[in-house]
DNA sequence: ACCTGAACACCGTTCAAGT
DNA sequence: ACCTGAACACCGTTCAAGT
């Protein structure tokens, strides 16, 4: 006879977010979690296949947070729409890294194969191809330029630049917005 | 009276580094250190301040391997020389990320205080300034073109490109270098 | 089907004790 | 000064059992 079901993977996933945003990643435990949900630890083996399958979990709820209502074509959809767009999408993920610092270098560290993460690339590839880079340079450059903008986001949040205030300043986002657009150029055949 | 030293600190994070290597970052444990050096885990405490301390002594220990006998002028000490050195530092760092995969990600998820890491800092810096980058902008972009070289490499290490060879190919390097150069032009004024 | 309970080897760190 | 030993609360995961 089946019992009611009191957990699922979204609520697993949730109370891990919230115990790496409470504590910090290495506070991240399948006891604690299961601590915070008032279940056994075992009972979270039914949802998640292990501790890796959680800490990737949070990698899929952090992307999904920075794939929220992202596309928009953007309110110049002239000339250089694709700047724009990236920008937000930049900008949007430092909100994410802000709001949970602790966890965000997990998104640095693991290989993000959920559907969220396939679609912030896919959206990064579309903007590449709508600036005119080439086919076989498109994934190349989104690894590049997401790399560059997800590394920054962490490293602010996470307190890597040590001497440095700990939000990004205006004059910091504006010269990585410089400094992503100069690299494209040299890709860029329109 | 005074007991002959069995361990010091160089050994233990070269034991630490060892685990990380063989077991990846996770299994890096007092315990495990311990274990490796044939010593209780309690005896690691004299020497380190505690698993953090542990952590960030790997840090330590990946960037004096990127600085070692790092600056040398280089070969062609004309126009773009920082351009060179710039590449051959990017190129040792993938060198160490390709050794040690597993620890590398450390790189990017931690302050790096220690004086190899400052000497890195301070190389990128003169490099930047022989480029012509203006003074206000040097710590900024260097920030920037760290992130970028380490992250890359970094991800290449993990597997985070899961889809792409585990290596960085030759044409990714060039890519690499040309949107870091192109990226730096806006702010040289010579 | 879904959760609990007991169990195991392992972990970070403390304190007191040995040499 | 430097290391050991016992101890504690905690961790990941297994297996068998309950509903």
Redesign the pocket.
């Known amino acids: 006879?089946?019992?009611?079901?009191?957990?699922?993977r979204a609520a697993i996933l949730g109370a891990a977010l919230d115990v790496a945003d409470a504590d910090g990643v290495a506070?991240?435990?399948?006891?604690?979690?299961?601590?915070r949900l008032?279940?056994?630890?075992?009972?979270?083996?039914?949802?998640v296949a292990?501790?890796?399958d959680?800490l990737d979990g949070i990698v899929e709820l952090l992307m999904a947070e920075i794939v929220q209502d992202v596309p928009a074509p953007g309110p110049a959809a002239g000339r250089d729409a694709w700047l724009d767009a990236l920008v937000r999408t930049a900008g949007r993920a430092r909100a994410v890294a802000s709001r949970h610092p602790e966890a965000f270098t997990l998104l640095l560290s693991r290989p993000a194969a959920s559907a969220a993460a396939r679609e912030v690339r896919a959206h990064i590839h579309d903007l590449l191809r709508q600036a005119g880079v080439g086919g076989d340079h498109v994934e190349r450059l989104e690894r590049i330029v997401t790399t560059t903008v997800l590394g920054m986001a962490a490293g602010q949040a996470s307190q890597r630049f040590a001497h440095h205030p700990p939000d990004m300043l205006d004059e910091d986002v504006r010269a990585l917005a410089t400094f992503v657009t100069a690299g494209i150029e040299p890709f860029r055949t329109p």
């Open positions: 006879m089946p019992r009611p079901k009191t957990i699922d506070a991240v435990s399948m006891h604690a979690v299961a601590r008032a279940v056994t630890p075992m009972a979270l083996y039914r949802h292990n501790k890796a959680l």
